[in-house]
């Protein structure tokens, strides 16, 4: 009986050990990795991660930075650091990726994270949604004790901004944006105060609003600033970057390169600032498309209001208090609306574009 039991075990052994055998040679076709343990934690080598996801890669020896892409994502980081950047957006693998005998290894989970996070369609289609815009913060300068320009018939800057800021929040409420106003009433706020509120917001994007006083009064025109690439945003890039750094390291099994500053650091600036110069000239093109507006300069400037703010940013300076004729329309709420009107369409073209690309960086 026992031997009988026994013959029994060893037909079903041998029926099904073909079936053993071909699911693991499949397995070892699709997702066999020759897995190394460092530090107790399980790593696989890049060059095969790359090989199944076909994924080119580069190492730049300078900035210690590894970059591995494919046709529409690209992954950085830096060994030593378990953060990585896919498509300008930082994750934690919450183990570090190594050098081991002279070649990169990365976590084990990487490749599940790979798969999940960037490459299937329906997470590409994902993260491309989440660059939408859909927040905006209107900063109307000056207020309170604070008139800001004074113009021609004591006309005071920080009156028209806001009447524009609040026409252009309405029409934009109207459009499905939503919009914050970092004030809503004649207040005084510090700069350090409007950041906050930038900063708390969460806002996809940062539209501050000003009119221009010169001290020849036949200067007149519109403009457009966008965040600088000079070296004051180097300082700016600097500070939003040890912020970044300071959420990422409440993260748990935080492990941190210094070599990452550099990954974030550009990061930040490249994206902010294209977005931005995007902006400004999408703002300018519509003004002069419906009002036949032109505009005076669309260039780069230095955001006091924006210190530590990590979001792309316009300043737009509506036209000249000092200039009678601008004076005159920027006192009429007819043309306010106008100019609200025009501005949140240039707003919406913007957005229109950008939800059609994964930011402007690629
Ligand atoms: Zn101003």
């Known amino acids: 009986m026992l031997k009988q039991k026994h013959n029994v075990l060893i037909f079903i052994f041998c029926f099904f050990l073909p079936f053993f055998m071909l699911s693991g040679c499949k397995t070892t076709q699709k997702h066999c990795y020759n897995r190394v343990k460092v530090r107790q934690k399980k790593y696989v080598p890049l060059l095969q991660v790359c090989a199944k996801h076909n994924l080119s890669w580069d190492w730049d020896g300078f900035a210690k930075v590894v970059t591995v892409k494919n046709f529409n994502t690209e992954v950085r980081f830096c060994p030593g650091s378990a953060l990585v950047s896919v498509n300008g957006k930082i994750y ?22 790979f798969a999940k996070t960037v490459k299937s369609t329906e997470s590409w289609q994902k993260l491309r949604k989440k660059n939408t815009l859909k927040r905006i ?13 004074i113009g021609v018939k004591n006309i005071y800057e920080k ?3 806001l009447d524009v ?18 004030r809503d009433t004649d207040i005084f706020y510090s700069l350090m105060q409007r950041s906050v509120i930038a900063n708390q917001a969460e806002a996809d994007f940062f539209v501050s609003v000003h009119a221009n006083i010169a001290r020849t009064s036949s200067v007149h025109g519109f403009e457009v600033f966008y965040l600088s690439n000079e070296y004051d945003n180097f300082t ?7 912020n970044i750094v300071r959420k990422i390291e409440k993260q748990k099994n935080y492990q941190y390169s210094a070599d990452l500053n550099t990954v974030i650091w ?25 009002l036949n507006l032109k505009t005076r300069y669309i260039r780069g400037k230095k955001f006091a209001v924006l210190k530590n703010t990590n979001i792309p940013a316009v300043l737009l300076e509506l036209g000249f208090l000092s200039n009678y004729n601008e004076a005159a329309k920027l006192s009429n709420p007819y043309y306010r609306q106008m100019l609200a009107e025009a501005i949140a369409a240039g707003i919406m073209r913007y957005k229109h574009k950008y939800e059609l690309t994964n930011g402007f960086t690629i």
Not at 137 to 149: A, E, R, Y
């Open 159 to 161: 009156n028209v901004v």
């Open 236 to 242: 700016k890039a600097v500070k939003i970057k040890d």
């Open 165 to 182: 800021s609040r026409r252009l929040k309405k029409v934009l409420l109207k459009e499905g944006i939503d919009v914050i106003l970092t």
């Open 137 to 149: 913060v209107i900063d109307p300068g000056h207020g309170g004790k604070d008139p800001g320009g």
């Open 266 to 290: 550009d990061m930040v600036l490249a994206e902010n600032r294209i977005e931005s110069i995007e902006m400004a000239k999408t703002i300018s093109l519509t003004l002069k498309k419906m």
């Open 92 to 113: 934690n693998l919450s183990i570090p990726i190594k050098i081991q005998k002279n070649s990169f290894v990365v976590p084990a989970n990487f490749d599940a994270f």
